[in-house]
Every structure is written in C-alpha cells, then in structure tokens.
DNA sequence: TTTGCTAATGTTATAATGTTGCAAATTCCG
DNA sequence: CGGAATTTGCAACATTATAACATTAGCAAA
C-alpha cells in the first residue's frame, strides 16, 4: 500500500491540518491572494478529518464559532479555496475535502469508502492519460476530468469480511 | 472518430428514441420490472436529446402533458431506469441523460460538452482497467466508478477556433 | 368474485444544496 | 490620505432531492 493512504490508517492528524494551513500561506502568498481569517478557518474546518464535509456543516461550525454567517460566506470561502487548489468538491457527495497535493499539478482521482466515509485522493497518472486517450479518440477536448470511485476502503473490506 | 460519436453530429434522433424504447421494453421484460406509461415516458423524454435533463425539467413537460405530477414521481421514474441501466445521473450536472449502452454491462464514460450540452457515453476499457489497477494498489475495492470528462466536443471547439 | 398481498403512484410538506444582488466594510496601493 | 478593488454581510430566492403517509393498480389464491 502507498504509504499516502492515511485516510484509511490511523495517524497524527493534526499534523495533516497544520501541514495543510502551512502550504496554503504559502499558496496564497505566491499568488498574491488573501487567506483572509474565514478563508483560513474554513480550510481548517474542511481539514478536520478525511471525510468531505458538506458547506452547510461548514456553515454549522462557523455559527457555533459564533460567525454569523449565510451560506454565501461560505461557497465563497470554498469556491476561493478551490480556486487555489486547496480543496475538491466532490461531486457524487455535493461535499469538500482538502487537497492532499496542493501546490503539484495533478489530476485527482478519489476513492470515496462506502462505510467510513474516508476519501482517499490519489494521483493517477496511468488513469489520466487513458482518459485523454480516450477523449482523443473522439476528437474531444477534455478541460475537467472527475473521477470518482464509491467502495471500501482496505478497513472497512476486512471489517466487512471478518463480520 | 468512433461512429457511436452520434450526439456531436446531426442524424435522425428519433432512432435514438425508438431503439432506446425498444431496449427498454425488452430489458424489463427479461426482468420482469414494469415499464409503465409514467416510466416509459419519462424515459422518452430524457431521451428527447443527447443533453442531460434534470428532474425539474422533465417535471415541467409533464405538467405540459397534464400529467400532475410531484417530484417524487420523477425521481423514483429516474430510480427505476437507473436501476436497470436505462439512465444515468450526472453528478456533475445533476442531470440525467439516456444510456446508450443499455443491457450490455458496461462502465461509462461520459463526455461532457460546455459549449452545446451533448453528452457522448463511452466505453472505455482501458480507463476502466487503469482505475481499478490504481484502486487495487490502495486495497480499495470499487463498487462504483463515476468518470465524468467536461470539455469541448469537436463540433464546438472547431466553432470556437474559427470564431 | 372477493380477498389479500405487493408494487406503484399520489400528495403534502420539508430538507438539503446552491445562487443573486446589493450595500457596507476592509484592504491595497499610489 | 484617498480612490479602486476586493472581501464580507445580509436578505431573499432558486434548485435539487427526500420523508412520510395515503391511495390505487396489478395480480394471484381462496
């Protein structure tokens, strides 16, 4: 197993958020662009865990905050995110997670577990070039690729198995 | 190009239409599920382009046909030809449009045009084996594959190159 | 033919997700 | 400082999807 699969393992988490915050500073400092406090905070909040969060979870935690804020403070605060590579949207879940190769280009590919809800984001070079191949072959131009995969996660397979 | 790349090209669509009909009829007979008239037609109009529909759209040509209908009813139309293969959702657009592969077991592809709206429905093999090869070197087991490429169909990024 | 079961539909209400538009505040930069 | 641009607050609204429960249609056994 790649040893990028920390989802599915245990492991000091806090490190992937203050990982996470870090490359966004330094993000958004390259780009000239302002991780304003409810920009970084919403970045952490997405980072809580591996599992996507809805942006009206996102919301709830803002209001418990005690941020009054309306759900554009927060498609906002995610489209900018998104905008910088900092977070996906996935789209069969209409939830976000943190982008585990921010920075890098790269074509993401999500394994999504069916039970823990866990998301792996993988690169997948030989996965992306099968695809444009076969955008090629009908002359298509391709400018957004999803790829998303619903299952279970190596836990929860053998969770499944041994009952 | 492969001659399935009808929805980017002009020909008769009613073909489409009768043959999606067809296959329909025949599928749920070998399953012994119930095409009935709401279902049938729901089908017939989600097939009325290569465009995805979404639920409200079609809600409203039923309301056009006199059929008073609520939501539930277009949803659990679409969840029944969804069930047999005879739709697809788009997560990506929340729209649905007609499999063009319905009876034979396949693992769509879907190319995404966003400059007309077409959709083409591939089989792509060489994807597929290629994401199952990525998801085994994470022990993921897949259950559901969503590949949903946006771009630009060649009818439209040749309008676009020449003006 | 009635009875009884199951699948399918109708109906109402509501939940969940996402957007628009404009005004006020903040930040950037000369 | 002062003007321009970006960001935020806020209210209303639009879209997509589901829950819960009542009713009806299809079909087969008594």
């Not at 304003?36 to 209001?63: M, N």
């Not at 590579?85 to 280009?105: E, M, P, Q, Y």
């Amino acid at each position: 197993m790649s040893s990028s699969a920390l989802p599915y393992r245990p492991h000091n988490h806090q490190a992937c958020v203050t990982q996470a915050l870090a490359d966004a500073r330094t993000i958004c400092q390259q780009h000239n662009a302002r991780l304003t406090p409810t920009r970084e905070r919403v970045l952490e909040l997405i980072w809580q865990s591996h599992k996507p969060l809805g942006a009206y979870d996102v919301l709830a935690v803002l209001a418990e905050d005690g941020h009054n804020a309306a759900p554009p403070t927060v498609y906002r605060a995610l489209d900018f995110l998104q905008q910088y590579g900092l977070v996906h949207r996935i789209a069969s879940l209409n939830a976000f997670t943190g982008c585990t190769h921010a920075g890098k280009s790269h074509n993401g590919m999500f394994l999504i577990c069916r039970s823990c809800g866990n998301v792996l984001e993988l690169t997948a070079p030989a996965v992306s070039s099968a695809v444009h191949r076969a955008a090629a072959e009908e002359s298509f131009r391709p400018e957004d690729v999803t790829i998303e995969v619903s299952g279970y996660c190596p836990r929860c397979a053998s969770d499944k198995a041994h009952g």
